[in-house]
Structure formats: C-alpha cells, structure tokens
Nanobody, 122 residues
Framework: QVQLVESGGGLVQAGGSLRLSCAAS????????MGWFRQAPGKEREFVAAIRLSGGRIDYADSVKGRFTISRDNAKNTVYLQMNSLKPEDTAVYYC???????????????WGQGTQVTVSS
C-alpha cells in the first residue's frame, strides 16, 4: 500500500517562500508520476505541478509557472515543491498524489496524501 505524507505547509506573508515535501512509502514502479494539487475553500481541486520520476518530465499550471519548482530525490522517495513569490491566492490545502499516467487531472492519480495547509497573508 502506497502512503504519501506531506509536510512543510504553514503561514507566510505574500512574497515569501515555502518548501513542501511529499515522502512516499510502499511506492512501486507503477507509481512513477508524482503530482501536487491544491484546493482552496469553496473551490475545486486544481493541478499545480507534476513530475515523472523516471525521465524527469515536468509540467506546471500556468498560475505557478516561474514561481514554483517541483523536484525529486529518488533515493529518499521524496518529491518537493519549492514555492516562491507566494500570493494570497496560493492559499489552499496542498495535496501530493501518485500514479502512472502523467496527467493534470486528479482522477488519473491512484494515491493521495492527507494534505498540508498553506496560508499566504497579504
């Protein structure tokens, strides 16, 4: 059973930075894509970034391009999301997900973490 545990969320002022981590256990070669999604109160879950662990293919939502960076440490089974120049509209619960298909839609992912809250104050 794959387990994903996010950490690194918190409260930060606009313009600040945070780094989220997603530690995976029980992952097999079938869970080769790791993604970050977020959901703000009253809004639908949205794609943030994804990375294929073998090969390194990366994609970002337009809203975070140039500000967020997804990376991986395969030896640690951990994926990171470096978030810079944070804006109040980045406030959301951030979820890590794992799957096989490289996708920007959450339904393509098989496993999800419990989420970590990111709050950006203006």
């Amino acid at each position: 059973q794959v387990q994903l545990v996010e950490s690194g969320g918190g409260l930060v002022q606009a313009g600040g930075s945070l780094r989220l981590s997603c530690a995976a256990s029980g992952r097999t070669s079938r869970e080769d894509v790791m993604g970050w999604f977020r959901q703000a109160p009253g809004k639908e879950r949205e794609f943030v970034a994804a990375i294929r662990l073998s090969g390194g293919r990366i994609d970002y939502a337009d809203s975070v391009k140039g500000r967020f960076t997804i990376s991986r440490d395969n030896a640690k089974n951990t994926v990171y999301l470096q978030m810079n120049s944070l804006k109040p509209e980045d406030t959301a619960v951030y979820y890590c997900a794992a799957g096989w298909i490289f996708a920007t839609t959450g339904t393509e992912y098989d496993y999800w973490g419990q989420g970590t809250q990111v709050t950006v104050s203006s």
